[in-house]
């Protein structure tokens, strides 16, 4: 079985005070369904991928509540895995049309941020963590600090290194109408900014966000789309703690693995990938858990520009990354496919990355807890 | 949300760490709290490995610049972790104090 894209959106990313969840979904599900050209009455079922709806905003049995927006009656469910939720809705949504049960499926991803006090939705992000890490009061910028300075003991990973994810995230932003921040920034900037948790500054951290994005998938066959070769999820502690190694994500090397044999490709084969920079040491991890440089020389390659858009390959975040697209939680993960699926339909604009055929996208829960990837390839 | 229930059950775990040796993994000096910690930060969060094999997370305490690296011999007592909140309970937990 196929499982194809048939269309994919997301709203503009950022402060949306005066747009409601209700609203934003409403946006996005009519931009897919004008792009398919499929009526909603043909939507098998709907897979939200959202994590604050409980916590922050006092609203459970998200799936009924966005089918009420819709106007349908199919099953509708919520998805949650942190800040995975919406990859982990998409794995789901895939094999639901692999089954072959359901033709065509909606995924939503949500997440509304910026109407409450960073302090609160510090408090509330943490129910991605353990006890102790909550109880040791760690936020996610601490734990991810715990392992930037792993990594700087142990491969000699510099600020600046870090510091430069953040520019060239900023520069690829700064091309996509649709992102949170289209300001250039420099290294300076970057490592001038205030320390939120040593050695992480502001500008190393991805922002809170508002936004929606939305995918359907269908078994339809498409012989000029784009369809899934792989999708693939591994688990790990969820607190940092208990891990053997602080400098890698164990739940990314698997799934990535994973992901590689389903789709009989190597990381030499992927074009463009949408990685969870969600702190610009996640970048460098994630291209050598996925393989695309060595332990330890992914820093160095990230400073020489070796997956900048024009420079290199694969090219990286071209969205401009949880970093600069913005980070809402629960929509990131839809975001990343959207952002492929554009670039392989040769639609990404002035950020599209020449001749894209093979693209990947890696969405991460927690510190590391869940890993999904995607590999999507044009027919 | 703190539960007076869930406070007295964990702290049944807490014994079992209390009192130990180890060496710190790695360290943040976190700036920006969550909510409930408003009022001790900047405070230090590490990892370490105790001599027993565990790992744990938790503050470090008691603490001068040249404490702060990997490999510090670290030794664990009981503190005061947390804002008591509405439930009024003091919350107590494990911390870390660096070895001389």
């Known amino acids: 079985m196929n499982v194809s894209i048939l269309a994919g959106a997301t709203t503009k990313f950022g402060e949306l005070w005066s747009a409601s969840p209700r609203r934003m979904v409403r946006e996005v599900v009519d931009l897919v369904r004008a792009q398919s050209g499929l009526s909603l009455a043909k939507i098998d079922g709907i897979f939200v991928g959202n994590m604050l709806s409980s916590s922050l905003g006092n609203q459970d049995h998200l799936g009924a509540f966005f089918a009420e927006e819709l106007g349908l009656n199919v099953p509708a469910v919520k998805v949650e895995a942190a800040c995975a939720s919406v990859g982990m809705a998409v794995h789901l949504a895939f094999l639901s049309v692999l089954s072959g049960r359901y033709k065509n499926v909606l995924v939503i991803g949500i997440e509304k941020m910026t109407d409450f006090k960073p302090e609160t939705v510090n408090n509330a992000l943490m129910g991605a963590g353990s006890d102790p890490e909550r109880e040791a009061g760690a936020t996610f910028p601490a734990l991810y600090a715990l392992i930037a300075r ?16 953040s520019v060239k995230n900023h520069y690829h932003a700064s091309l996509n109408s649709h992102a949170q921040f289209t300001r250039l920034i420099t290294l300076e900037d970057v490592l001038k ?8 500054k502001i500008l190393d951290c991805s922002p809170l966000t508002d936004g929606a994005a939305a995918l359907i998938l269908s078994s339809a066959n498409d012989k000029k789309g784009v369809s899934f070769v792989a999708s693939a999820v591994a688990t790990d502690t969820l607190g940092l703690s208990q ?3 602080l400098t890698s994500l164990k739940a990314a090397r698997l799934a990535s693995r994973q992901a590689y044999t389903q789709a009989k490709v190597t990381p030499n084969d992927i074009d463009v990938a949408e990685v969870h920079d969600c702190f610009t040491i996640a970048e460098i991890i994630a291209m050598e858990d996925l393989g695309f440089f060595k332990k330890g020389e992914a820093a160095a390659a990230i400073f020489a520009k070796k997956t900048w858009l024009g420079s290199g390959r694969p090219v990286v975040n071209t969205s401009g990354g949880l970093k600069a697209a913005g980070h809402p939680v629960g929509a990131t993960g839809v975001k990343q496919v959207v952002e492929i699926f554009n670039q392989l339909t040769a639609k990404a604009g002035k950020k599209q990355v020449k001749n894209a055929r093979i693209g990947l996208t890696h969405n991460v829960g927690g510190s590391g807890a869940t890993c999904v990837i995607h590999i999507l390839k044009r027919n | 949300m703190l539960s007076p229930v869930k406070i007295w059950r964990n702290q049944k775990k807490i014994r079992s760490l209390l009192n130990k040796n180890g060496e710190i993994l790695s360290f943040t000096k976190v700036y920006v709290p969550p909510a409930g910690f408003e009022a001790q930060a900047p405070y230090v969060v590490a990892v370490a490995k105790l001599d027993d094999k565990t790992r744990i997370i938790a503050q470090l305490v008691e603490w001068e610049d040249q404490d702060l690296k990997i490999g510090k011999k670290v030794h664990t007592i009981l503190r005061r972790t947390k804002d008591p909140g509405i439930e009024g309970i003091i919350p107590y937990g494990i911390k870390l104090k660096p070895l001389d």
């Open chain 1, 150 to 165: 792993a990594h700087m003991e142990k491969y000699g990973t510099r600020e600046m290194e870090m510091a430069q994810v």
């Open chain 1, 193 to 200: 900014s205030p320390l939120v948790a040593s050695p992480l």
């Open chain 1, 243 to 245: 891990r053997q190694d």
